[in-house]
């Protein structure tokens, strides 16, 4: 069983930089799960922010690109996304995602219960 658990959130100022981290544990094979940080804003759809799969490749969405970076730490089964120049509309809860991609976890998805990140003066 795989558990998530976010930290890091937070009130920030615009152009602040906040970094976010999850801790996944339950599992010792990381090789099985891309893990992502999704967010959602108040009255909007969940949406993808950044995405890294065990090898290291990631993927942005375009409005995080080239200020947000995802990272990971197998060893320490951590994922972490740094956010810099933060903007108002950045303001989100975010939630740590773990996607299976090997079988049998394939099409699986466990959850963080997210973390509040606010971007306002």
């Known amino acids: 069983q795989v558990q998530l658990v976010e930290s890091g959130g937070g009130l920030v100022q615009p152009g602040g930089s906040l970094r976010l981290s999850c801790t996944f544990s339950?599992?010792?094979?990381?090789?099985?799960?891309?893990m992502g940080w999704y967010r959602q804003a108040s009255g909007k759809q969940r949406e993808l922010v950044a995405a890294i799969t065990s090898s290291g490749s990631t993927n942005y969405a375009d409005s995080v690109k080239g200020r947000f970076t995802i990272s990971r730490d197998n060893a320490k089964n951590m994922v972490y996304l740094q956010m810099n120049s933060l903007k108002p509309e950045d303001t989100a809860v975010y939630y740590c995602n773990a996607k299976g991609v090997i079988i049998p976890v394939a099409g699986t998805n466990y959850w963080g219960q997210g973390t509040q990140v606010t971007v306002s003066s």
């Open positions: 339950g599992s010792i094979f990381s090789a099985y799960y891309a």
